[in-house]
């Protein structure tokens, strides 16, 4: 069992930056793919972006690309979300979640975190 712990979710106004980080004490940390999801109220759950296990392949949904940008720190055993130019509509509680599979999965994740609640005003 992957235990991942996200943090640094907020209110900030439209336009605005946060940086969500998600930790694990997993010592396998670094074989697992990794990925934001996100759910907004009276949605379904969404992929928002990923990072292969390597850190060498990324991918973002249409709605994020450009404005977000994912990372991970295999020392440290974090892997990061920068939200730059926020939208009201990225209100959502965030979610983070690992997977052995290789490259960047975009659904069907095997571990997840709590989530943390990100909201952003217009």
């Known amino acids: 069992q992957v235990h991942l712990v996200e943090s640094g979710g907020g209110l900030v106004q439209a336009g605005g930056s946060l940086r969500l980080s998600c930790a694990s004490s997993e010592r396998t940390f670094g074989r697992y793919a990794m990925g934001w999801f996100r759910q907004a109220p009276g949605k379904e759950r969404e992929f928002v972006a990923g990072i292969s296990w390597s850190g060498g392949s990324t991918y973002y949904a249409d709605s994020v690309k450009g404005r977000f940008t994912i990372s991970r720190d295999s020392a440290k055993n974090t892997v990061n979300l920068q939200m730059n130019s926020l939208k009201p509509e990225d209100t959502a509680v965030y979610y983070c979640?690992?997977?052995?599979?290789?490259?960047?999965?975009?659904?069907?994740?095997?571990?997840w975190g709590q989530g943390t609640q990100v909201t952003v005003s217009s």
């Open positions: 979640a690992a997977d052995r599979r290789v490259g960047v999965p975009t659904d069907s994740y095997e571990y």
